[in-house]
């Protein structure tokens, strides 16, 4: 089935350890997004890619990086967790050179991180 | 940048009444609007999207408008059903080639039976 895979699921995590969150996606995708999303401040992006090779900065991207070897996959990493990370991270892709439907984001299932 | 408001953060209904979520925005240039529904536990899904050629868009229960002037847009949902409590968000952004939409802070919808 098409679509984007995140992993892990659900993930507790220790403050100070090293985190990353996978996302696939099969549908050929070029554009990237991850999103965190917390309770009453919506979906804020965190990076993006455009294409396979680059990458760029959302709205919160302190703490986070990724990056972004071949269209398939686009991690994201917590190079030192802290609580304030705890939340629900959403992965999505879209297909920009479409004519029509160039920002219609496909998401992942979500991964949910707690830090402690 | 753009920054989108959205309004009310929740909203309790009746199933069978009518309910309205409206969204404000704040760059001009935004040309292109959709809707997110996200279920309990679940993903967003895009349910309906409008470009500022159009001033309504109609898909059977929903219905989104567009105030161009005004800089703002809503979601009507008409006949309510249980199956359509949920959280939805708008968002905005242009709408040629590789954007970055930015959402709103979503608008929790229960409707009682």
């Known amino acids: 089935i098409a679509g984007i895979t995140q992993a892990p699921t659900s993930q507790i995590l220790a403050a100070g350890r090293r985190m990353t969150l996978r996302c696939t996606q099969d549908?050929?995708?070029?554009?990237m997004y991850w999103y965190r999303q917390d309770l009453g401040l919506g979906l804020r992006l965190i990076h993006y890619?455009?294409?396979?090779?680059?990458?760029g900065k959302g709205e919160v991207p302190d703490g986070y990086s990724v990056s972004r070897a071949n269209t398939d996959d686009f991690p994201l990493t917590l190079a030192s967790a802290v609580p304030s990370q705890t939340s629900v991270y959403f992965c999505?892709?879209?297909?920009?050179?479409?004519?029509?439907?160039?920002?219609?984001?496909?998401f992942g299932a979500g991964s949910r991180l707690t830090v402690l | 940048g753009e920054n989108v408001e959205q309004h009310p953060s929740t909203l309790s209904v009746q199933e069978g009444d009518s309910a309205v979520i409206k969204c404000t925005y704040s760059?001009?240039?935004?040309?292109?609007f959709p809707w997110y529904k996200q279920e309990l536990g679940k993903r967003p899904q895009l349910i309906i999207d409008?470009?500022?050629?159009?001033g309504e868009k109609k898909d059977q229960r929903i219905a989104v408008t567009l105030n161009k002037t005004a800089k703002h847009f809503s979601l009507h949902i008409t006949e309510t059903q249980p199956e359509d409590s949920a959280v939805y968000f708008c968002?905005?952004?242009?709408?040629?080639?590789?954007?970055?939409?930015?959402f709103g802070t979503g608008t929790r919808l229960l409707v009682s039976p």
């Open positions: 549908m050929r995708h070029n554009a």
């Open positions: 760059d001009s240039a935004s040309n292109y």
């Open positions: 890619s455009n294409t396979a090779g680059t990458t």
């Open positions: 999505a892709s879209s297909d920009s050179y479409r004519v029509s439907g160039a920002n219609v984001l496909t």
């Open positions: 409008i470009r500022s050629n159009v």
């Open positions: 968002a905005a952004s242009k709408d040629t080639g590789f954007q970055k939409l930015v």
